[in-house]
Structures are given as C-alpha cells and as structure tokens.
C-alpha cells in the first residue's frame, strides 16, 4: 500500500524523530512511504483561534499535496481531526475533499484499522502510561472514552499490549485531558499546568516508566512539567515505542 506521509508542525519542527519513527513503523508493516515535500500547516491554529479566512488556503493547499493518494497517514490525532472534521467549511465545497477526508488517518488507526493489525511483532519491556488525547479520543473515536456509553474498546492501548513485555499501567482517569489545548495553554496558564501536574501524579501513581500518546503537543506539555518537577518520567510518541520495539 502506497501512503503519503502528513507530518505536523509540531513534529517537523521539534520532534522530527517521531516523524522518521513513524516512516518506520509502516515500512516495517508493508507499505510504501512517500513524503510529499510541498506540505505545509494544516491550518488549524489559525481555525482554532478564529481566523478562518487564514486557515482556508492552507485547507486547499492539502488537497492540493494530498489528492490521489491510497492513504495520508498522520501521527497526530489533533491534525488528522482537522483534516476530517474541521475542513467542511473552509473549502467551499471543493469536489476534492471527499476522497482526501476518507483517505486521511492517525497512525494508530491507520494500522488497526486499514491494516487490520491486530498485533504488533516487537518487544519494549517498560511499564507504560497511555495519554489519550482529546482529539483522538472525542473526534476520532480511537477509544471508547469514559462519557459514551458504548462496548470498551482503544485501538492505540491494544497495538501497545501486543508488544512482548509492555505493561500498560491503569490510570484512575485515563481520558482526562492533559491541559494543553493549543493557545488555551498560553492564555490559562495556571488552570493548563495543574491539569498537567494532575495527569503526571496520576502516571507516577499508576508505576508508569514511560508516558505515551498520539500526540507530540500533549507530551511535550506533560513533559515539560515532568522536568521541572523532576519526575522520573520519559515521554515517547507512541509510532517512537512501536518503532523501538520493532527494531
């Protein structure tokens, strides 16, 4: 299977190694990785604060990047919700978004789902905590989320436990949301860095080793409050723990 990598802002910029984590893990699983280099934002923090009219041409410039191929596989729950959820009214009904919508998934997904993974061949013998993060989790549906009554499932938590020797810890609150939340970190400050230290105490209560998730903007967040706090935590995107373990 052909498929194009959608590599966020955040990862090229400060987290490249995800990235290349991420090019390894669906080579590993078969497929075909191309990286279309005239990629740029996906818009969204210019949607997320209100600026539509400055979200709208980089909307058309995906289309215009991503158009034709099988899959767009993106390691961030947040951008890949942008894409899908969040484009409808910045395209004008650009006839070019159908396809690219349907086409354009988180790396997680990408691998249960289309892939039809059911288990991971690697070994990462570590105690993990898994962050869900909120786009991932309310948008995308990668889990099953405490609010929804709905079966129990989490297709990022059951690729980790298929790892030889992962333990995946439990978590007294594994949805709650870390406090990041894009400018809502900047402009509350102090509410989004104790919604932080209250995820960190809740890892560090559960035996967590490493604390993973699916997106690079919530463990950066956590991981800088972890530092400073000097808690022995260590913070790798999830595509980084499958990318280890798969050697």
Request: charge should be neutral.
């Amino acid at each position: 299977m052909r498929v194009a990598l959608f590599i966020p802002c955040y990862v090229d910029q400060l987290y490249p190694g995800v990235g290349l984590a991420t090019a390894r893990v669906l080579e590993r699983l078969g497929c075909e990785v191309v990286y279309p280099e005239d990629q740029t934002c996906c818009g969204q923090p210019m949607a997320n604060a209100g600026f539509a009219a400055q979200a709208a041409p980089l909307a058309r410039r995906f289309l215009d990047v991503f158009s034709g191929f099988e899959a767009v596989v993106c390691p961030s729950g947040s951008c890949t919700s942008m894409v899908r959820n969040h484009y409808h009214g910045l395209l004008a009904g650009d006839p070019r978004y159908g396809a690219v919508r349907a086409a354009t998934y988180e790396l997680c997904e990408f691998v249960a789902d289309v892939l039809g993974v059911e288990r991971l061949p690697g070994r990462f013998r570590r105690r993990v905590g898994l962050h869900q993060s909120c786009h991932g989790l309310r948008e995308l549906r990668l889990a099953a989320g405490s609010e929804r009554r709905v079966a129990p499932f989490d297709k990022v938590a059951s690729l980790l436990r298929s790892l030889e020797g992962l333990e995946l810890v439990s978590l007294s609150r594994p949805d709650e949301c870390c406090g990041f939340g894009g400018t809502f970190a900047v402009a509350e400050e102090a509410v989004s860095c104790l919604m932080g230290r209250d995820r960190i105490a809740d890892h560090l209560r559960a035996g967590a080793e490493v604390v993973t998730g699916t997106d690079v903007s919530c463990l950066m967040h956590l991981g800088g409050l972890a530092r400073r706090a000097g808690a022995p935590l260590a913070f790798l995107h999830v595509a980084e723990v499958m990318a280890e373990a798969m050697g």
